[in-house]
């Protein structure tokens, strides 16, 4: 069986998507918005019952879903939800790195624990996954696409997430990397950025108000839509069928953040200032010249604070 190829190039008939984390807020937000422009999709999430209920909500809907319980991070957890993909829909054509958990401390309270189960789902669930669907997308010479999920925080630092930051900075990393070593397949490798009222971002008190006010049938403000590029799972969902079919085809290596209103292009780390010294620096000669030279506009760091009205913040 073979990918169909359909005159609308947002068709994703034919093809056939893994994406992991699929059975909650924006994983299941990814899953029904692929299932709805054609694809079959392996919904993997490490409730099996989760799983089974959002792969059957897909199929009521009209779709073509089943659903496969693991615990991303393993080899052998990658290669079985390959291997459903493969034996239920016959090919795989998208895999979407969505699984993820939160173990927030700062740095000298975290424990090895906590440092270890984040980047294992995270960053080797993401390495592993992607491992297993290229063999695969190879082996079948069409092409295909892969999905990484990144965050702000893997962008720019934040605050009590040395593990969570680490994992979605190595993300991105891994995301231009695997563009160049896959180009030749015709396999396309992108990061999204995602921000969108989630059980994870209710937590954070700028925010907490209107997700309450959104969950009781609100809207979210404008501030937050467009302002913040805040919004609910559903506006991040566009993103990814996109990114998976023929009309993104010469996109890849990108880091493309999405919610709310507004989409954004991430820019790649690069030099933003340089000074040369004769015959090379010395610690007295950099002392002497950072504040005047490379110093001069030092970078930022951090997820900028939500720019609330005031009578909201008190």
């Not at 979605?168 to 969108?196: D, H």
Request: net charge negative; with cysteine.
């Amino acid at each position: 069986m073979s990918a169909e190829h359909s005159p609308d190039p947002l068709n994703l008939s034919g093809k056939v998507a893994v994406v992991t984390g699929g059975g909650r807020g924006l994983g299941y937000a990814y899953a029904t918005a692929l299932a709805a422009h054609g694809a079959s999709v392996v919904v993997n999430d490490l409730d099996a019952d989760v799983a089974e209920q959002a792969a059957k909500s897909i199929v009521d809907a009209g779709g073509r879903a089943v659903a496969q319980a693991a615990a991303v991070g393993t080899a052998e957890a990658a290669d079985t939800l390959v291997a459903r993909a493969v034996e239920e829909f016959g090919r795989l054509d998208v895999m979407v790195t969505n699984a993820g958990i939160l173990r927030d401390r700062v740095l000298w309270k975290m424990t090895d624990d906590d440092f270890d189960a984040v980047v294992t789902t995270h960053l080797r669930g993401t390495f592993t996954c992607a491992r297993a669907a290229t063999i695969r997308m190879r082996e079948q010479g069409e092409g295909g696409s892969l999905v990484l999920v990144g965050s702000p925080a893997g962008q720019r630092g934040n605050f009590g997430q040395t593990n969570y930051a680490a994992a979605k900075a190595g993300i991105a990393a891994m995301t231009r990397t695997w563009s160049m070593e896959l180009a030749r397949a015709g396999v396309t490798v992108n990061a999204i950025v995602p921000v969108a009222a989630t059980a994870m971002t209710e937590t954070i008190p700028a925010f907490a108000s209107y997700i309450e006010e959104w969950k009781r049938g609100g809207r979210l403000p404008d501030l937050l839509r467009k302002g913040e590029g805040f919004g609910t799972p559903e506006d991040c969902a566009a993103l990814v069928p996109f990114l998976a079919s023929d009309a993104a085809r010469d996109i890849t290596g990108q880091c493309i953040g999405i919610g709310g209103d507004r989409l954004t292009l991430w820019s790649h780390p690069q030099e933003t200032a340089v000074a040369y010294a004769d015959g090379g620096w010395t610690p007295r000669s950099i002392a002497d010249n950072w504040h005047g030279s490379v110093g001069r506009e030092p970078q930022s760091v951090g997820i900028p604070a939500p720019k609330v009205p005031a009578e909201t913040a008190e």
